[in-house]
T-cell receptor, first 113, second 114 residues
C-alpha cells in the first residue's frame, strides 16, 4: 500500500507556464482533495472530488483546474502559473469526507518565478 | 461560514513540560473535530479526532475533548518530548455527510528543547 503519492516533489516554473501536479491513491477512496499551504495561512481547499467524474470548487479555485476520470487519480492543473501560486500543494483522500480521516500525500513544493 | 481559530505560535517548551494548544471553532451544524500533525518535510497526518460533543480523542499521549458549550477542542499532553516538535493543525469537518470538507486553523509550531 503506497497510500497517497504526489509528483513532482519540487518544481520551478516561469510565469505563464502550465503544468500538472499528479496525485494518486491506492486505497480505493472516493473522496480526494487538493490544498495549498502558505505561511501563516494554514491549509486552504482548492478543489475536491467525491467520486470519479465529480469535482467541485473549494475556497481558492481560481487559476486551477481538476478532473477525476478514475477513482485513483486526481491531477491538479495550473493553466498559466503566477507568482501568487508559489506554495506547497497537498493532495488528500478518504473513503468519504465528513467524519472520515483524510490521508495526505507528502506534498509538492512549487516556485513560480 | 465555519472557521477554526488556534493559538499563534511558535511555542517553545522544555522536554517533559505540559503542553496546551488552544483551538476554538465556529460552526452552524455539528462538525467533527480533528488535530493533524505535520513533522518537518512531511505531509499532514491525523493525530486524533472527536465526532460528537463530550467525546475525547487521544493518541500518543495527546488528548483533546470536544466541548460544545465553549466551542473548543484544546490539545493537551502531560509531558512533551523532543520528537513532538512539529506543526499542529486544528480542523473541523463541515456538517453535511459527503460534502464535509476540512477547514483548518493556521497551525501552531511547537519546538521542544532537550
Amino acid at each position: 500500500n503506497a497510500g497517497v503519492t504526489q509528483t513532482p516533489k519540487f518544481q520551478v516554473l516561469k510565469t505563464g507556464q502550465s503544468m500538472t501536479l499528479q496525485c494518486a491513491q491506492d486505497m480505493n477512496h472516493e473522496y480526494m482533495s487538493w490544498y495549498r499551504q502558505d505561511p501563516g495561512m494554514g491549509l486552504r481547499l482548492i478543489h475536491y472530488s467525491v467520486g470519479a467524474g465529480i469535482t467541485d470548487q473549494g475556497e481558492v479555485p481560481n487559476g486551477y483546474n481538476v478532473s477525476r476520470s478514475t477513482t485513483e487519480d486526481f491531477p491538479l492543473r495550473l493553466l498559466s502559473a503566477a507568482p501568487s501560486q508559489t506554495s506547497v500543494y497537498f493532495c488528500a483522500s478518504s473513503y468519504f469526507a465528513g467524519q472520515e480521516t483524510q490521508y495526505f500525500g507528502p506534498g509538492t513544493r512549487l516556485l513560480v518565478l | 461560514g465555519d472557521s477554526v481559530t488556534q493559538m499563534e505560535g511558535p511555542v517553545t517548551l522544555s522536554e517533559e513540560a505540559f503542553l496546551t494548544i488552544n483551538c476554538t471553532y465556529t460552526a452552524t451544524g455539528y462538525p467533527s473535530l480533528f488535530w493533524y500533525v505535520q513533522y518537518p518535510g512531511e505531509g499532514l497526518q491525523l493525530l486524533l479526532k472527536a465526532t460528537k460533543a463530550d467525546d475525547k480523542g487521544s493518541n500518543k499521549g495527546f488528548e483533546a475533548t470536544y466541548r460544545k458549550e465553549t466551542t473548543s477542542f484544546h490539545l493537551e499532553k502531560g509531558s512533551v518530548q523532543v520528537s513532538d516538535s512539529a506543526v499542529y493543525f486544528c480542523a473541523l469537518s463541515e456538517d453535511g455527510g459527503s460534502q464535509g470538507n476540512l477547514i483548518f486553523g493556521k497551525g501552531t509550531k511547537l519546538s521542544v528543547k532537550p
